[in-house]
């Protein structure tokens, strides 16, 4: 977002000719010193302008940080990272300057999922020299595109705007929530993200309102560079309503190798939060190098009666994913959903899962897990559903299924499960399969390669979940399942 | 035109075809009869290309070309169908879905544009009821929960659909209760052109009836050990195998 904004900024305030000459080496000059310290804390949050209370929470979490010790109970392993190696605020990137310098397999992709051109190169982060102006053109219209969405939300009192911007326009609204759902101190991850997160989505829905779209093609155009430590807010108040929709179908290019993203959702009584990702950051070469660490902190707090959320992911990228977006059951009668299709190809390692904690009385949780195999890839389920004492009437059903293509690969589920009340009641299910050859063998003899075959058996496989997901994405993130699918087989 | 010379393949260990020879000019309906395990179906995968079916001698051409050196895709897009004696389930997979994965993956192999949706829907509601297939059964995951018969029609359906230049029935008619045996047959004969050779693998003379037939060879222990016109299996019905059983004993 701030890269956007910024370059919107500076596009407005020069005539286009300058323009052309003028930002693309300013913008590259944007860069904290390398590693982390107080110091590295403190330009974050002076480059942003933030208030002393935001500086102070910030560097509360850096002490806190420097106390803990990185976990290591996931089923993933990688090279111990040494935190002082890396930038922690370079927003923008350097941007290349021509398709050239991208590499030809991520192009590649996005001519099969047909990202139109302008797209691509916004997500590319594209800055043309002499013919600049597809760079501003899209510009251009994620700013219009952004004005009318804007207009249409703030008459029905939504807030939506980068969380950087909300420290400084709404504090009492930050500050009430920030940290309430995942704490400071929740994990290594999250701790360091409140100490050093670049930018995020901050959004709130008043009493009584139905958002009146999707909060998602505004994202898509807008956030793409949120950078590492991605920090988001979404609070629905009382009987309020909203769908969220993070991330996009095309791989993104991006230089950081580490992310770690916090992501808090506050549902207040009778209220309901959708939220739906698909990431596809990129995994690391064939033979598992260079792809991106992925420590995500996702939770949401069903906070009042009645209350629902709902997560829905579809996870391909990554070289490691390492994320449980869970529900804490607070209200009574609070519902939490949490569907999921993760792959993995290649060299690449997903632990990933949920967890459901009931504490009010009559609540419910679905889980509905779907992990698929390839390659030389471990995909871990990894599932905690807890009632509390007073959880009285309690419920999960959990579904876990897992398809291995090839015999390289590896599937693991992990369920975890606590009743201390005896009226809760946890169904568990779970499967796994291989590609069955006779499956493959009659696509294949109806002449679909092999190739598409898996897609379609997968596709099939993962449809409960794909179902889930708003209409227009998930026709997208069929297309990503091929992509991400392919070499895995013949 | 199909040309199997001295075919000879195995599954593992175990040599099934011996020495088959079978040949089925442009136009024309063969039946294959035979005794259970006598190699029927392994003869229809091997044709098609099913992984696993090792070839270890003799050689089979279609139009010309050899088939054998294909990968069974290839051989679909040529124009070799199989329609399976147990058709395969694929949850998920709404049959509509599946159908218009193959015609456009038959399309884009031989170069040819894909079909429009409403091109293809036409193209399903003109075949479908014919077959006795309904809605429900289009929207439905491939083969998935269909009973033993509406798995047959459907198999019907795809060959309608695709068109194929060698028609491959396995067992067809088995599990079609008389009033389907009759729908399908039905379907069979609208496909019978000068251009298409078929195949017909059965049990039973009945069928036969409905799909009468230029041509009845009798399958024993991987080779065609006798061949005649349709009252052959008028015969068979008769005496059953016995004869042939002593013949290679
Ligand atoms: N995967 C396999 N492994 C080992 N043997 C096999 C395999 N598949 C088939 N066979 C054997 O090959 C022989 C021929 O089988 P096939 O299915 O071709 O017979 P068929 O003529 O179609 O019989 P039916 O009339 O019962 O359908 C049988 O003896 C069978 O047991
Ligand atoms: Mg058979």
């Known amino acids: ?490 | 035109m199909l040309e199997i010379r001295n075919l000879h393949a195995r599954i593992g260990e175990n040599e099934i075809l011996k020495g088959l020879d079978l040949t089925i000019p442009d136009g024309e309906v063969h039946a294959i009869m035979g005794p259970n395990g006598s190699g029927k179906s392994t003869l229809s995968y091997v044709l098609s290309g099913k992984p696993d079916y090792e070839v270890t001698d003799g050689s089979v051409s279609f139009d010309g070309a050899d088939l054998l050196a294909l990968d069974a895709d290839a051989r679909a897009a040529a124009g070799v169908f199989l329609a399976f004696q147990y058709p395969i389930e694929i949850p998920g997979v709404a049959n509509m879905t599946f159908l218009r994965a193959a015609m456009n993956a038959q399309r884009k192999a031989r170069g040819e544009e894909e079909i429009s949706t409403p091109d293809f829907l036409k193209l399903v509601r003109a075949k479908a009821p014919d077959l006795g297939i309904s809605q429900d059964m289009l929207r439905r995951g491939v083969n998935v929960g269909f009973s033993g018969g509406e798995k047959k029609r459907n198999e019907i359906l795809q060959m309608a659909l695709l068109e194929p230049k060698l028609c491959i029935l396995d067992e067809t008619d088995s599990g079609l209760d008389i009033d389907a045996l009759k729908v399908v047959a039905h379907g069979v004969n609208a496909l019978r052109s000068p251009k298409r050779s078929m195949l017909v693998i059965t049990h039973y003379q009945r069928l036969l009836d409905h799909i009468v037939p230029d041509v009845v060879h009798v399958m024993h222990k991987g080779r065609i050990v006798r061949s005649g016109g349709k009252e052959l299996a008028l015969e068979l019905e008769e005496s059953g195998y016995a004869a042939y059983a002593q013949d290679a004993a």
């Open chain 1, 1 to 490: 977002m701030p890269a956007v904004q910024e370059t919107v900024e500076r596009v407005r305030a020069i005539d286009v000719d300058q323009y052309k000459y003028g930002f693309v080496t300013d913008i590259e000059s944007e860069k904290a010193p390398k590693g982390l310290s107080e110091d590295t804390v403190r330009y974050i949050s002076a480059r942003k302008n933030e208030p002393e209370w935001m500086l102070e929470w910030r560097l509360d979490a850096y002490r806190r940080w420097l106390t803990m010790e990185e976990p290591t109970w996931a089923r993933v392993s990688y090279p111990k990272i040494d935190f002082q190696d890396y930038y922690y605020y370079s927003a923008p990137k350097a941007a290349p300057k021509s398709i050239d310098e991208i590499d030809p397999e991520i192009l590649k992709t996005y001519e099969k999922l047909g990202i139109p051109l302008r797209e691509r190169d916004a997500l590319l982060g594209i800055q043309r020299e002499g013919g600049s102006k597809v760079a501003v053109d899209a510009v251009f219209d994620s700013v219009s595109v952004a004005t009318t969405f804007k207009e249409e939300l703030a008459k029905a009192g939504v807030i939506f705007m980068p969380i950087s911007e909300a420290i400084r326009e709404h504090p009492e609204l930050v500050k009430k929530y920030l940290g309430s759902v995942v704490p400071v101190s929740d994990n290594f991850y999250a701790t360091l993200n409140s100490a050093v997160f670049s930018d995020g989505s901050f959004v709130y829905v008043p009493k009584g309102v139905r958002c009146p779209m999707e909060l998602s093609t505004y994202f898509r155009i807008n956030e793409r560079n949120t950078g590492q430590f991605e920090r988001t807010l979404i609070i629905a108040d009382e009987g309020a309503y909203v769908s969220y929709l993070e991330g996009c179908t095309a791989p993104q290019r991006d230089e950081n190798q580490l992310h770690a993203a916090v992501v808090e959702l506050v549902a207040m009584k009778d209220a309901e939060i959708k939220y739906s990702t698909v990431q596809n950051w990129y995994p690391g070469d064939k033979d598992g190098k260079g792809g991106i660490y992925n420590f995500v902190t996702k939770r949401g707090d069903c906070r009042g009666d009645n209350s629902k959320i709902s997560w829905t992911q579809v996870e391909t990228g990554s070289a490691i994913t390492w994320k449980y977006p869970s529900c804490i059951l607070r209200g009574d009668n609070s519902q939490g959903e949490f569907y999921s299709i993760a792959i993995s190809n290649g060299h690449q390692q997903v632990d990933s899962g949920t967890k459901m904690i009931h504490l009010g009385k009559n609540t419910s949780s679905r889980i509905i897990s779907k992990g698929i195999a390839a390659g030389h890839s471990d995909n871990t389920y990894r599932g905690l559903v807890s009632a509390h004492r007073k959880a009285t009437g309690a419920r999960n059903f959990t579904n876990c299924d897992s398809l291995l293509i090839g015999d390289l690969c590896g599937a693991h589920t992990v369920p975890y499960m606590e009743a201390k009340n005896a009226s809760a009641q946890f169904e568990h299910e779970a499967t796994t399969s291989k590609i069955s050859e006779d499956q493959l063998f009659y696509c294949l003899q109806r002449g679909l390669s092999q190739e598409e075959a898996v897609a379609l058996i997968v596709n099939g496989f993962v449809r409960d979940v794909l179902q889930q997901l708003p209409m227009e994405f998930a026709v997208e993130a069929q297309k990503l399942i091929a992509v991400s699918l392919e070499g895995s087989v013949g």
